[in-house]
């Protein structure tokens, strides 16, 4: 499976042609109003962001399942997802520094902007590790760093 990277909306990326993800395999109806509705107001959402999930500090975990022994299970798996994430948004984030830094320096000292054989060997490293969509993700993560071609 590969997904094209460039979103122009910034919306998030689309991998299948169905439009309910979120809906239950049997379901035909349309979402319950009750699920994810408003739990009672204890202030303004901005005092009670949790840092740790972005959500409102107030709002139940939405799980994708009404069975409370595999809802606990997805919350903790979730938990390990969200540092991953997190030391993934880091991780980009210093690497786009770093690229930033090597290309002022090579600039300054009147060097070029970009030095093509090392993006393909990265663009390769990737590859090889991830298939097509590690090419896809590798131009992204060169992009972020030296801006776009
Ligand atoms: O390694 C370099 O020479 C860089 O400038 C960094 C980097 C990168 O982000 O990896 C960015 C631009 C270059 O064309 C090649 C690689």
Redesign the pocket.
Known sequence: MMTDVVEQNGGPARSGASGAAEEPPSSGSPADPAAGGPEGGTGPAGDLDDAANGRPGDRPVDAGTKEPVAAAQIVAIRERIDQIDQALIDLWQERASL?QQ??AT?MASGGTR???S??RE?LERFRRALGADGTQLALLL?RA??GPL
């Open positions: 690229s090597v290309g090579r970009l030095v093509l090392r993006e990265i060169l760093g030296r």
